[in-house]
Every structure is written in structure tokens, then in C-alpha cells.
């Protein structure tokens, strides 16, 4: 994905578009493989989208706390 840190307000909020794209697509895909996949093997899937998820909403929280800072 390359996750350069942004120079510029804008940037930042287009990261942010971006990953919120994302997360949104990552939840569905939670969904379906809950519908889809039974048993402990699909709780470890599910624990996988769950941690990007994690992952992905962790950097909106750092780029947010940057914002203040960029011209």
C-alpha cells in the first residue's frame, strides 16, 4: 500500500478516505467468511481479518493525530 507520510492536510484525509475504503471491504469479507467457514479453523480466518482491520484503523488514528501539524 505504501503508507508515506503525508506532507499536506489533504493527503492525509485522502489516506484516511482510503483506509476507511478499506476497512469497510474487510468487514465484509468478515461477514462472509463467518457465514461461509464453521469450525476452528474459520475462527482463526476470522481472527486474521479482524487484526488488519485492527491494523488499518490504528493508522487512520496516527495519520488523524498528524493532521494538526501538516501545512
Partial sequence: ??????????????????????????KASLAHHKATFKGPNAEYGASIIRGRIADKKAKIAELRAKIPSLP
Fill in 1 to 26: 500500500m505504501g503508507m508515506s507520510s503525508p506532507t499536506t492536510k489533504a493527503e492525509a484525509r485522502e489516506k484516511i478516505a482510503k483506509l476507511q475504503g478499506e476497512i469497510a471491504r474487510e
